[in-house]
Nanobody, 127 residues
């Protein structure tokens, strides 16, 4: 089991940057594929980015490609989401999630495939 705690959210102007961090408890962090999701008011939770256990493979939703970057540090049990060129439509609560898949398992975009979730951190982008 793993517990996830996000940080780094806040208010930023359009075009600005934020770096979200997710700290994980437990000694098996490196066995999880990790993902970031977001949920705007009145909308369903949506996939943003994912990274595999070793950190060598990433996946992004089309709307953030070229602007966001996901990374992980297995020695520190952390995963980060660097967000650049932020837009008002990026405003949402951002969630870190862990997928307890088999080693080498494919990255997933589906909410139901992730087993553990953080409490979320608010990102607000003003125009």
């Amino acid at each position: 089991q793993v517990q996830l705690v996000e940080s780094g959210g806040g208010l930023v102007q359009a075009g600005g940057s934020l770096r979200l961090a997710c700290a994980a408890s437990g000694r098996t962090f490196s066995s999880y594929n990790m993902g970031w999701f977001r949920q705007a008011p009145g909308k369903e939770r949506e996939f943003v980015a994912a990274i595999n256990q070793g950190g060598g493979t990433t996946l992004y939703v089309d709307s953030v490609k070229g602007r966001f970057g996901i990374s992980r540090d297995n020695a520190k049990n952390t995963v980060a989401l660097q967000m650049n060129s932020l837009k008002p439509e990026d405003t949402a609560v951002y969630y870190c999630a862990a997928d307890a898949t088999v080693w080498g398992g494919a990255l997933s975009r589906r909410v139901r495939d992730y087993d553990y979730w953080g409490q979320g951190t608010q990102v607000t982008v003003s125009s």
